[in-house]
Protein backbone atom coordinates (compact mmCIF):
# COMPACT_ATOMS: atom_id res chain seq x y z
CA UNK A 1 0.00 0.00 0.00
CA UNK A 2 1.11 3.58 -1.08
CA UNK A 3 2.57 4.95 2.58
CA UNK A 4 0.17 8.14 1.92
CA UNK A 5 -2.65 6.00 1.26
CA UNK A 6 -1.97 4.25 4.58
CA UNK A 7 -1.87 7.18 6.17
CA UNK A 8 -5.47 9.32 4.88
CA UNK A 9 -6.87 5.22 6.02
CA UNK A 10 -5.52 5.87 9.41
CA UNK A 11 -6.57 9.19 9.54
CA UNK A 12 -10.24 8.32 8.53
CA UNK A 13 -10.97 6.77 11.83
CA UNK A 14 -12.87 8.57 15.09
CA UNK A 15 -13.30 12.21 14.25
CA UNK A 16 -10.70 12.25 11.13
CA UNK A 17 -9.43 15.82 10.73
CA UNK A 18 -11.51 17.34 14.05
CA UNK A 19 -9.34 14.80 15.91
CA UNK A 20 -7.27 16.43 18.96
CA UNK A 21 -5.08 16.72 19.40
CA UNK A 22 -4.69 16.07 15.52
CA UNK A 23 -1.06 16.45 14.53
CA UNK A 24 0.21 12.90 16.34
CA UNK A 25 -2.40 11.40 13.92
CA UNK A 26 -0.86 12.61 10.78
CA UNK A 27 0.99 10.01 9.33
CA UNK A 28 5.31 11.13 7.74
CA UNK A 29 3.92 10.77 3.90
CA UNK A 30 0.57 12.97 4.47
CA UNK A 31 2.60 15.46 6.50
CA UNK A 32 5.29 15.73 3.37
CA UNK A 33 1.81 16.40 1.25
CA UNK A 34 0.70 19.05 3.67
CA UNK A 35 3.82 21.08 4.05
CA UNK A 36 3.34 20.69 8.17
CA UNK A 37 6.39 21.68 10.02
CA UNK A 38 7.32 20.63 13.47
CA UNK A 39 6.38 23.96 14.99
CA UNK A 40 2.42 23.44 12.93
CA UNK A 41 -0.02 23.95 16.34
CA UNK A 42 -3.04 21.84 15.81
CA UNK A 43 -5.25 24.32 14.18
CA UNK A 44 -2.13 25.38 11.65
CA UNK A 45 -1.87 21.76 11.11
CA UNK A 46 -5.65 21.24 10.51
CA UNK A 47 -6.09 24.23 8.29
CA UNK A 48 -2.92 22.59 5.86
CA UNK A 49 -4.92 19.34 6.21
CA UNK A 50 -8.39 20.32 5.58
CA UNK A 51 -6.73 22.65 2.72
CA UNK A 52 -4.99 20.36 0.91
CA UNK A 53 -7.43 17.02 0.97
CA UNK A 54 -10.59 19.80 0.06
CA UNK A 55 -8.44 20.88 -3.17
CA UNK A 56 -7.58 17.03 -3.86
CA UNK A 57 -11.17 16.11 -3.29
CA UNK A 58 -12.35 19.24 -6.06
CA UNK A 59 -10.85 17.01 -8.22
CA UNK A 60 -12.96 13.57 -8.06
CA UNK A 61 -15.97 12.88 -9.77
CA UNK A 62 -18.97 13.57 -8.09
CA UNK A 63 -19.25 10.69 -6.23
CA UNK A 64 -16.39 9.54 -4.95
CA UNK A 65 -15.80 13.76 -3.83
CA UNK A 66 -19.01 12.98 -1.45
CA UNK A 67 -17.72 9.77 0.10
CA UNK A 68 -13.59 11.26 0.38
CA UNK A 69 -15.32 14.53 1.56
CA UNK A 70 -17.24 12.51 4.12
CA UNK A 71 -14.98 10.18 5.40
CA UNK A 72 -12.79 13.02 6.52
CA UNK A 73 -15.32 15.45 7.75
CA UNK A 74 -13.89 18.27 5.65
CA UNK A 75 -17.50 20.04 5.45
CA UNK A 76 -19.70 20.76 8.41
CA UNK A 77 -22.65 18.70 7.47
CA UNK A 78 -20.22 15.54 7.44
CA UNK A 79 -18.78 16.50 10.95
CA UNK A 80 -20.10 13.40 12.60
CA UNK A 81 -18.09 11.94 15.38
CA UNK A 82 -17.65 8.32 14.32
CA UNK A 83 -16.63 7.14 10.38
CA UNK A 84 -19.72 5.15 10.61
CA UNK A 85 -22.02 7.96 11.10
CA UNK A 86 -20.40 9.56 8.14
CA UNK A 87 -20.55 6.77 5.86
CA UNK A 88 -24.24 6.53 6.99
CA UNK A 89 -24.61 10.27 5.43
CA UNK A 90 -22.90 9.72 1.69
CA UNK A 91 -25.24 6.42 2.16
CA UNK A 92 -28.31 8.37 2.05
CA UNK A 93 -26.72 11.51 -0.18
CA UNK A 94 -25.96 8.87 -2.52
CA UNK A 95 -28.94 6.31 -2.36
CA UNK A 96 -26.53 3.21 -1.63
CA UNK A 97 -25.83 0.77 1.13
CA UNK A 98 -22.48 0.93 3.14
CA UNK A 99 -20.75 -1.68 1.64
CA UNK A 100 -20.80 0.63 -1.39
CA UNK A 101 -19.81 3.59 0.04
CA UNK A 102 -16.71 1.85 1.62
CA UNK A 103 -15.50 0.62 -1.02
CA UNK A 104 -16.21 4.23 -3.05
CA UNK A 105 -14.16 5.56 0.10
CA UNK A 106 -11.52 3.18 -0.68
CA UNK A 107 -11.19 4.16 -4.55
CA UNK A 108 -11.00 7.68 -3.39
CA UNK A 109 -8.13 7.68 -1.67
CA UNK A 110 -6.45 5.82 -4.01
CA UNK A 111 -7.36 7.94 -6.45
CA UNK A 112 -6.35 11.03 -4.45
CA UNK A 113 -2.72 9.43 -3.76
CA UNK A 114 -2.41 9.71 -7.65
CA UNK A 115 -3.79 13.10 -7.73
CA UNK A 116 -1.10 13.86 -4.77
CA UNK A 117 2.16 12.34 -6.38
CA UNK A 118 1.62 14.63 -9.68
CA UNK A 119 0.61 17.74 -7.82
CA UNK A 120 3.30 20.24 -7.61
CA UNK A 121 4.30 20.40 -4.22
CA UNK A 122 3.86 24.00 -2.32
CA UNK A 123 7.77 25.05 -1.15
CA UNK A 124 6.54 28.25 0.12
CA UNK A 125 3.23 30.36 1.31
CA UNK A 126 2.45 33.81 2.40
CA UNK A 127 1.97 34.76 5.89
CA UNK A 128 0.97 38.20 5.11
CA UNK A 129 0.48 40.38 1.90
CA UNK A 130 0.31 44.22 2.11
CA UNK A 131 -0.80 45.75 -0.30
CA UNK A 132 -0.68 49.79 -2.00
CA UNK A 133 -2.66 50.61 -4.97
CA UNK A 134 -2.21 54.70 -5.98
CA UNK A 135 -4.26 56.02 -8.54
CA UNK A 136 -3.41 59.15 -8.22
CA UNK A 137 -1.00 60.12 -10.81
CA UNK A 138 0.39 57.47 -13.17
CA UNK A 139 -0.93 53.94 -11.70
CA UNK A 140 1.51 52.05 -9.31
CA UNK A 141 1.53 49.08 -7.27
CA UNK A 142 3.40 48.09 -4.33
CA UNK A 143 3.71 44.61 -2.63
CA UNK A 144 5.14 44.15 0.64
CA UNK A 145 5.17 40.30 1.33
CA UNK A 146 6.19 38.10 4.33
CA UNK A 147 6.42 34.03 2.90
CA UNK A 148 7.26 31.19 4.78
CA UNK A 149 9.31 28.53 3.71
CA UNK A 150 7.38 25.06 3.40
CA UNK A 151 10.46 23.08 2.22
CA UNK A 152 14.14 23.94 1.67
CA UNK A 153 14.17 26.65 -1.06
CA UNK A 154 16.80 28.93 -3.46
CA UNK A 155 14.03 30.89 -5.02
CA UNK A 156 10.32 31.81 -5.63
CA UNK A 157 7.54 32.60 -8.28
CA UNK A 158 5.62 35.83 -8.22
CA UNK A 159 3.18 36.41 -11.01
CA UNK A 160 0.42 39.16 -11.85
CA UNK A 161 -2.54 39.34 -14.10
CA UNK A 162 -1.84 41.93 -16.93
CA UNK A 163 -2.89 43.83 -20.36
CA UNK A 164 0.60 44.59 -20.54
CA UNK A 165 3.24 42.59 -22.34
CA UNK A 166 6.02 40.38 -21.03
CA UNK A 167 8.36 43.74 -21.25
CA UNK A 168 5.67 46.11 -21.31
CA UNK A 169 5.09 45.28 -17.07
CA UNK A 170 7.21 47.22 -15.31
CA UNK A 171 8.55 45.37 -12.18
CA UNK A 172 11.10 46.41 -9.44
CA UNK A 173 12.37 44.14 -6.95
CA UNK A 174 12.77 47.06 -3.95
CA UNK A 175 14.72 44.32 -1.58
CA UNK A 176 14.34 40.52 -0.81
CA UNK A 177 16.38 39.18 -3.83
CA UNK A 178 16.91 39.10 -7.63
CA UNK A 179 14.54 38.93 -10.36
CA UNK A 180 16.07 36.30 -13.29
CA UNK A 181 13.20 35.51 -15.25
CA UNK A 182 10.05 37.13 -16.37
CA UNK A 183 7.93 34.91 -18.79
CA UNK A 184 4.28 35.36 -19.71
CA UNK A 185 2.54 31.95 -18.50
CA UNK A 186 -0.88 32.91 -20.34
CA UNK A 187 -2.66 35.35 -22.54
CA UNK A 188 -3.21 37.54 -19.07
CA UNK A 189 -0.55 36.75 -16.68
CA UNK A 190 3.36 37.66 -16.36
CA UNK A 191 5.75 35.90 -13.90
CA UNK A 192 8.67 36.31 -12.61
CA UNK A 193 11.75 33.59 -10.73
CA UNK A 194 13.35 35.72 -7.73
CA UNK A 195 16.13 34.15 -6.74
CA UNK A 196 16.57 34.81 -2.99
CA UNK A 197 19.98 36.45 -0.88
CA UNK A 198 20.35 32.63 0.66
CA UNK A 199 18.10 29.71 0.86
CA UNK A 200 15.50 29.36 3.27
CA UNK A 201 15.21 26.17 5.73
CA UNK A 202 11.94 25.17 6.21
CA UNK A 203 9.93 26.84 8.59
CA UNK A 204 12.19 30.76 7.80
CA UNK A 205 10.51 33.60 6.72
CA UNK A 206 11.32 36.41 4.67
CA UNK A 207 10.24 39.52 2.95
CA UNK A 208 10.23 40.69 -0.25
CA UNK A 209 8.51 44.25 -1.72
CA UNK A 210 8.24 44.53 -5.52
CA UNK A 211 7.05 48.02 -7.56
CA UNK A 212 4.86 47.27 -10.37
CA UNK A 213 3.82 49.84 -12.75
CA UNK A 214 0.86 48.50 -14.94
CA UNK A 215 0.07 50.34 -18.15
CA UNK A 216 -2.91 49.96 -18.79
CA UNK A 217 -4.29 49.26 -15.10
CA UNK A 218 -6.97 46.87 -14.52
CA UNK A 219 -10.32 48.75 -12.74
CA UNK A 220 -9.63 46.42 -9.68
CA UNK A 221 -6.87 44.93 -7.66
CA UNK A 222 -7.22 41.29 -6.36
CA UNK A 223 -5.35 38.50 -4.93
CA UNK A 224 -5.87 35.05 -6.06
CA UNK A 225 -3.35 32.72 -4.13
CA UNK A 226 -2.53 29.42 -5.54
CA UNK A 227 -1.19 28.70 -2.06
CA UNK A 228 -1.95 29.61 1.49
CA UNK A 229 -2.32 33.25 2.30
CA UNK A 230 -3.13 33.78 5.84
CA UNK A 231 -3.50 37.86 5.59
CA UNK A 232 -4.01 40.32 2.94
CA UNK A 233 -4.81 43.98 3.11
CA UNK A 234 -5.00 46.04 0.19
CA UNK A 235 -5.05 50.10 0.14
CA UNK A 236 -6.39 52.22 -2.66
CA UNK A 237 -5.32 55.70 -3.00
CA UNK A 238 -7.52 57.48 -5.78
CA UNK A 239 -7.41 60.83 -7.37
CA UNK A 240 -9.41 62.95 -5.45
CA UNK A 241 -10.68 64.17 -9.50
CA UNK A 242 -11.19 61.18 -10.41
CA UNK A 243 -12.83 59.05 -7.90
CA UNK A 244 -15.20 56.03 -9.03
CA UNK A 245 -18.62 56.25 -9.12
CA UNK A 246 -18.60 52.79 -7.05
CA UNK A 247 -15.86 50.69 -5.15
CA UNK A 248 -17.24 46.94 -5.05
CA UNK A 249 -15.39 43.95 -2.33
CA UNK A 250 -14.55 40.94 -3.85
CA UNK A 251 -14.57 38.66 -1.16
CA UNK A 252 -13.64 35.17 -2.15
CA UNK A 253 -15.20 34.58 -5.62
CA UNK A 254 -14.07 32.36 -8.41
CA UNK A 255 -11.33 34.94 -10.52
CA UNK A 256 -14.26 34.48 -13.64
CA UNK A 257 -16.24 36.73 -11.20
CA UNK A 258 -14.22 39.29 -10.26
CA UNK A 259 -15.11 41.60 -13.76
CA UNK A 260 -18.64 39.86 -13.86
CA UNK A 261 -21.37 42.70 -13.50
CA UNK A 262 -23.97 39.62 -12.47
CA UNK A 263 -21.75 38.87 -9.78
CA UNK A 264 -23.26 39.82 -5.97
CA UNK A 265 -19.86 42.36 -5.07
CA UNK A 266 -20.99 44.33 -1.93
CA UNK A 267 -20.10 48.28 -2.43
CA UNK A 268 -18.14 49.82 -0.08
CA UNK A 269 -17.37 53.77 0.68
CA UNK A 270 -14.69 55.93 0.44
CA UNK A 271 -12.62 58.13 3.46
CA UNK A 272 -12.98 61.57 3.06
CA UNK A 273 -9.42 61.23 1.47
CA UNK A 274 -10.38 59.42 -1.55
CA UNK A 275 -8.68 56.05 -0.34
CA UNK A 276 -10.20 52.79 0.85
CA UNK A 277 -8.49 49.41 2.94
CA UNK A 278 -9.59 45.99 3.12
CA UNK A 279 -8.35 43.28 5.31
CA UNK A 280 -8.60 39.60 4.48
CA UNK A 281 -7.37 36.53 6.64
CA UNK A 282 -7.39 32.61 5.57
CA UNK A 283 -7.81 33.27 2.31
CA UNK A 284 -9.07 29.96 0.03
CA UNK A 285 -6.36 29.40 -2.38
CA UNK A 286 -7.69 29.78 -6.19
CA UNK A 287 -10.27 32.34 -5.16
CA UNK A 288 -10.33 36.47 -5.52
CA UNK A 289 -9.89 39.17 -2.77
CA UNK A 290 -9.43 42.44 -3.45
CA UNK A 291 -11.60 45.79 -4.87
CA UNK A 292 -13.03 46.53 -8.03
CA UNK A 293 -14.33 49.88 -9.04
Not at 37 to 48: C, E, L, M, N, Q
Not at 153 to 170: F, H, M, N, Q, Y
Not at 189 to 209: E, I, M, N, S
Request: proline share 6%.
Amino acid sequence: MHPLAADLKALRRGRAVHTTPLPPRIGPALRTLCAITPTDDDVAARTKVVDTLTELAEKLPEDLRLCFTAAFALTEETRHPFYVDRLAWAGAQLSRESRTIRRRVDESILTVTQLAHSRPRATWHTEELRTVVTLTAEPEVFEFRRLVADTEITDVDLGWSTKAGVEDLAIDLIHGGVLTERVRKARNRVATTVRLPVPLRTGQVHDLAVRLRPQPMHRHYVCTPHTRCQFFTLRVAFSLADLPERVLLVDGVPPSEVEDDLADHHRLALDGTGQITVTFTDLTPHLSYGLRW
